[in-house]
């Protein structure tokens, strides 16, 4: 009984102190109008993130809340918040003023998938092509999973691939149309060495990724591969990527093997 009693003592004692912060008139009303909550954004893509910037309407209050409607809130009566998901999110802003509260309706604003902000990247907005980075070291690794993707081979030396393979072309463009040239040869794994060339084409579809990584795309014609003739699926998983760099996982977190390459747009 004694907890609850002071438990209800407490409740009073705030209620008084935030009513006693605001002037009251005779009749013991709050001071002032209450304006309308209301805030416009603006929109735009950074890397993989899509940063939003908030300006409230109002500008006497003296409390700006911002509910970012992904679970995280900030204040002020202008502010930038980056979101890093992607799909409708509901934000809305509480402004106070002396008179009281004001509560903004929610607009929605629609954040664009991650995997697609990534195929503009890997396409570079219409076609690009890439070639394996044998400028850096460990240019190909291969592990049983990805949680250790360079247990059975840790790589080889900058410029140590072969010629057949260093020279090798892959072009993805925005109509999903990936593109092999392997130039005069390709390098069959697994001891076959430099053979005759399996250029080609192939149909690929795009999206989030199963396992770790930015986005996922899957070839469709048998037998087409990128980099690793003896790639255990037709999955790739894009794990990073810039305008000149990326780094390629072929093989689902279940093939039982993963290839990890480093490609960089061709020069």
């Keep these: 009984m004694k907890t609850h009693f002071h438990k209800a003592a407490l409740l009073l004692l705030s209620g008084s102190l935030l009513l006693g912060a ?29 940063e939003v910037t908030f300006t409230a309407t109002n500008t006497d209050a003296f409390l700006y809340q911002w509910e970012f409607g992904d679970g995280t809130v900030g204040s002020g009566p202008q502010i930038t918040h980056t979101y890093s998901a992607s ?79 260093a020279d090798d072309e892959f072009t993805f463009s925005t109509a999903n149309v990936y593109t092999y040239d392997a130039k005069a040869q390709t390098f069959v794994a697994g001891g076959g060495g430099c053979q005759a060339p399996r250029s080609g084409t192939s149909a690929f579809t795009f999206g989030a990724p199963t396992g770790p990584g930015l986005a996922q795309f899957v070839l469709a014609r048998t037998g087409a591969f990128i980099g690793i003739t003896d790639a255990p699926d037709l999955v790739y998983r894009v794990l990073s990527i810039d305008n000149q760099r990326m780094v390629l996982r072929a093989g689902r977190p279940t093939a039982g093997v993963v290839f990890t390459m480093k490609l960089r747009v061709k020069p």
């Design 22 to 50: 605001c002037k009251k008139d005779d009749t013991g009303s709050l001071d002032g109008a209450v304006p309308a909550s209301d805030f416009t954004f603006t929109t735009r893509t950074v890397g993989f993130t899509t």
């Design 87 to 165: 799909g409708p999110v509901k934000p809305r802003l509480v402004t106070a003023y002396r008179g009281g509260t004001s509560v903004s309706a929610q607009k929605e604003i629609v954040l664009p998938p991650v995997f697609e902000l990534v195929k503009t990247v890997l396409t570079g907005g219409s076609s690009r092509t890439w070639v394996l980075d044998d400028t850096q070291n460990a240019p190909i690794i291969v592990g049983p999973n990805d949680a250790d993707p360079g247990g059975y081979f840790s790589g080889s030396p900058a410029g140590s691939l072969p010629a057949c393979q």
